[in-house]
């Protein structure tokens, strides 16, 4: 009986090791989603001025000579 409680605390205590670890892996990529999304809102901003600062540079700007 003794030999099944010491297997059983062995078992928990990599059980619990392994839940550690894997909340460690899961905090690091929530941190790593957030900079992410963070980063696609940025450069779609930065896409969004850029298309809208070409349209009225365009509508400004005469054609080039060749036309």
């Known amino acids: ?28 990529q929530h941190t790593l989603i957030g900079k992410l999304q963070d980063d696609l809102t940025r450069l779609r901003r930065q896409l969004q001025d850029n298309n809208t600062g070409d349209m009225v540079g365009q509508v400004n700007e005469p054609p080039p000579p060749h036309y």
């Open 1 to 28: 009986m003794e030999n099944r409680i010491t297997d059983l605390e062995i078992r928990l205590t990599h059980q619990e090791a392994a839940l550690e670890e894997m909340n460690d892996v899961l905090l690091a």
